[in-house]
T-cell receptor, first 113, second 117 residues
Framework: NAGVTQTPKFRVLKTGQSMTLLCAQDMNHEYMYWYRQDPGMGLRLIHYSVGEGTTAKGEVPDGYNVSRLKKQNFLLGLESAAPSQTSVYFC????????????FGPGTRLTVL | AQSVTQPDIHITVSEGASLELRCNYSYGATPYLFWYVQSPGQGLQLLLKYFSGDTLVQGIKGFEAEFKRSQSSFNLRKPSVHWSDAAEYFCAVVTLHGSGNTGKLIFGQGTTLQVKP
């Protein structure tokens, strides 16, 4: 039982490049989330999903897209990376009726030059 | 709008001393509150949660927190801090919206705990 895993762990991009971050969970959770963490700002919700095939915007969605084609996977895409997207990205998942007791992945550290 | 405030950005305590980390929330309804801990280079781990009932809740690693509705607070405490407790601590509140429990976590800014030997 791996819990929540994230791929890759580190990545350096140049401005304008694109990439996809992969989140996978093996707990059969309905809900999945993508956050970014920046110094002094806590975690901010980018996008989330309440089930396979559904996605919704969070607090800071601009510049990101997501897809949830399979229940266990939640992908975060950056179509044209900008330096402002340098951050640590965390994926999380939760059960449908857990009042958001969320389980977090180890994070992806992204640097955009 | 719902919000969570952690007034202390950085706290230093001596090993063996007691600890209290402050958390204040702004939320109209009964809040669902959480404390998470993040060790360096790691993801977040749930310490404890409050949904209803007893206002003093116990968590893992010897932590506890007390919900005080009158003060809109949910402070985290530990009687005796260990060096391994050095980490960043986040308070969070669930905001429910729409139909069903499609809640979202709102995090505070975090408090970094340093433990002196």
């Amino acid at each position: 039982n791996a819990g929540v895993t994230q791929t890759p762990k580190f990545r350096v991009l140049k401005t304008g490049q694109s990439m996809t971050l992969l989140c996978a969970q093996d707990m059969n959770h309905e809900y999945m989330y993508w956050y970014r963490q920046d110094p002094g700002m806590g975690l901010r919700l980018i996008h989330y999903s309440v089930g396979e095939g559904t996605t919704a915007k969070g607090e800071v969605p601009d510049g990101y897209n997501v897809s949830r084609l399979k229940k266990q996977n939640f992908l975060l895409g950056l179509e044209s990376a900008a330096p402002s997207q340098t951050s640590v990205y965390f994926c999380a998942s939760s059960y449908i009726d857990s009042y958001n007791e969320q389980f977090f992945g180890p994070g992806t550290r992204l640097t955009v030059l | 709008a719902q919000s969570v405030t952690q007034p202390d950005i950085h706290i230093t305590v001596s090993e063996g001393a007691s600890l209290e980390l402050r958390c204040n929330y702004s939320y109209g309804a009964t809040p669902y509150l959480f404390w998470y801990v993040q060790s360096p280079g790691q993801g977040l781990q749930l310490l404890l949660k409050y949904f209803s009932g007893d206002t003093l809740v116990q968590g893992i690693k010897g932590f506890e927190a007390e919900f005080k509705r009158s003060q809109s607070s949910f402070n985290l405490r530990k009687p005796s801090v260990h060096w391994s407790d050095a980490a960043e601590y986040f308070c969070a509140v669930v905001t429910l919206h729409g139909s069903g429990n499609t809640g979202k976590l709102i995090f505070g800014q975090g408090t970094t705990l340093q433990v002196k030997p």
